[in-house]
T-cell receptor, first 113, second 113 residues
Framework: AQSVTQPDIHITVSEGASLELRCNYS??????LFWYVQSPGQGLQLLLK??????LVQGIKGFEAEFKRSQSSFNLRKPSVHWSDAAEYFC???????????FGTGTKLQVIP | DGGITQSPKYLFRKEGQNVTLSCEQN?????MYWYRQDPGQGLRLIYY???????QKGDIAEGYSVSREKKESFPLTVTSAQKNPTAFYLC????????????FGEGSRLTVL
């Protein structure tokens, strides 16, 4: 069975500082990996995805993530955080031909001035 | 604009009553999903459907039922058998072959009084 671990429940960063959100997954084959963002009371929006190929993927809103197979990780990064980035971020894992996607428990990001 | 519409956004129900949450998409997606979100638990899959007139149970299907009579629609009924129905419910859809790349509605918050 596939699983996702987001070890940080809550992170606080200063506006303009860099950000890294951690994600570790467990899956026996080549995974599909995703990061989603959720504003309070809203649905989720896809930030970026990894299916295959280049292990560094670029997403919307200036986010990027790097797939590291040896570490079973898919950490999300942003070089300079904006106040509007405050939200909850979910890492997810799936697979080709497999409709069930497993989500992590989320990391809530707070941005302080 | 294309998207997923969930209704109602807020719903209150007395114990012992069934309630149906609506989900409609005009993205021409084949697959549709229902997730339940509780604080600190991420998203858990209730049901999913890959084609019309076919659906599969997810990880927490007990106490829920669905139908898929039209490609655009995937309503979820929360029955009186669901022991703890108060939650935020999210509907999503995706293209076949883009497994895990989900488009979400804005959610429905169900509160049982």
């Amino acid at each position: 069975a596939q699983s996702v671990t987001q070890p940080d429940i809550h992170i606080t960063v200063s506006e303009g500082a860099s950000l890294e959100l951690r994600c570790n997954y467990s899956y026996g084959a080549t995974p599909y990996l995703f990061w989603y963002v959720q504003s309070p009371g809203q649905g989720l929006q896809l930030l970026l995805k990894y299916f295959s190929g280049d292990t560094l993927v670029q997403g919307i809103k200036g986010f990027e993530a790097e797939f590291k197979r040896s570490q079973s990780s898919f950490n999300l990064r942003k070089p300079s955080v904006h106040w509007s980035d405050a939200a909850e971020y979910f890492c997810a894992v799936g697979a080709q031909g497999y409709q069930k996607v497993t989500f992590g428990t989320g990391t809530k990001l707070q941005v302080i001035p | 604009d294309g998207g997923i519409t969930q209704s109602p956004k807020y719903l209150f129900r007395k114990e012992g009553q069934n309630v149906t949450l609506s989900c409609e998409q005009n993205l021409n997606h084949d697959a549709m999903y229902w997730y339940r979100q509780d604080p600190g638990q991420g998203l858990r899959l209730i049901y999913y459907s890959q084609i019309v007139n076919d659906f599969q149970k997810g990880d927490i299907a007990e106490g829920y039922s669905v139908s898929r009579e039209k490609k655009e629609s995937f309503p979820l009924t929360v029955t009186s058998a669901q022991k703890n129905p108060t939650a935020f419910y999210l509907c999503a859809s995706s293209w076949q072959g883009r497994d895990g790349e989900l488009f979400f509605g804005e959610g429905s918050r169900l509160t049982v009084l």
